[in-house]
């Protein structure tokens, strides 16, 4: 990890921060999307000193509507609150991590970073496993956080588009990528598991967020050195995945490259496709 990372510290320098006292909001991020209890599960089993568990289909996700996609955005109100229950507040140093790849933890760090405009927002490089492999300590004891009664933040929505407002801003002809961070064959219509289309959005570019990863949840900055240059002419960037949680991940990645003019499409395809007056490319490749 180089050591000007933006968006990263590592377990060593975490561990450190702890032990000299350092304000931190630790958050716990585990989840399967299969089965949502699992992430608590191996949160009471084990998680950093004092952090506190978010499930991202719960904490910081709304009930599934008509529209909007599987994970929309929660009200702003209710994300607030939680926060300041948690005792997340601005005046601290947050650390959020998952297991291993930030597959949720980039969405809290979406969220709290562009959306609620928090400056110091970190993800635990190689998440639970790389602290643990370090042999620092882990506890089953669950902390009572500070609670923030009074915190006043407020939504940047010039971070992210609507289904309209994204194909508004598509069919204006502007310099913009629009980016499909889903696995090839779920971008190409081959397969799809979760939505009840498969396909795309018209223009989209497939860049598969698992592929700016290593098994270990180590970003491959190297192999992110060719975006810099293949994304840099565009004025805009706006990515998606299938509800909003993985394109987070690829907004990482590129930021910590320094590609810095992303917004999310929050509902992504899920929400996409609810809308029936939407251009959509459906089945490519069957």
């Not at 978010?54 to 009200?75: I, K, Q, Y």
């Not at 971008?187 to 098994?215: K, Q, R, S, V």
């Not at 993985?246 to 003019?261: F, K, M, P, R, S």
Request: hydrophobic share 35%; aromatic share 12%.
């Amino acid at each position: 990890m180089p050591e000007n990372t933006t968006n990263f510290i590592s377990a060593e320098k975490l561990n450190d921060l702890l032990n000299n006292g350092e304000s931190i909001a630790l958050v716990d991020t585990r989840f399967d999307l299969m089965q949502p209890q699992l992430g608590r599960e191996a949160y009471m089993k084990g998680h950093l000193p004092d952090a506190v568990y978010m499930p991202m289909e719960f904490d910081f996700s709304a009930p599934v509507g008509e529209h909007g996609g599987r994970h929309p955005l929660p009200d702003d109100k209710t994300f607030i609150n939680r926060l300041g229950q948690l005792g997340i507040s601005p005046d601290k140093k947050i650390i959020i991590y998952d297991d291993t790849i930030p597959e949720f933890a980039s969405r809290l760090w979406w969220m709290l970073k562009f959306l609620y405009g928090y400056t110091r927002v970190y993800l635990l490089e190689g998440g639970y496993q790389a602290w643990k492999e370090t042999g620092f300590s882990v506890q089953t004891k669950i902390p009572s956080p500070l609670q923030v009664s009074d915190l006043s933040l407020e939504a940047n929505t010039d971070s992210y588009y609507n289904g309209h407002s994204l194909n508004q801003k598509l069919g204006n002809n502007e310099n913009i990528a629009l980016l499909d961070t889903r696995a090839p064959e779920r971008y190409n219509g081959e397969e799809e598991l979760l939505d009840t289309m498969a396909g795309h959005i018209p223009g989209a570019i497939n860049f598969h967020w698992e592929n700016a990863f290593d098994e270990y949840g180590k970003l491959l900055y190297e192999d992110l050195d060719r975006c810099v240059t293949d994304f840099a002419h565009y004025d805009e960037i706006v990515a998606y995945c299938g509800s909003g949680v993985t394109a987070c991940a690829a907004i990482l990645a590129l930021d910590e490259v320094g590609i810095v003019n992303i917004k999310l499409y929050p509902g992504s395809w899920s929400d996409w496709i609810t809308y029936a007056d939407l251009p959509k490319v459906l089945n490519q490749g069957k």
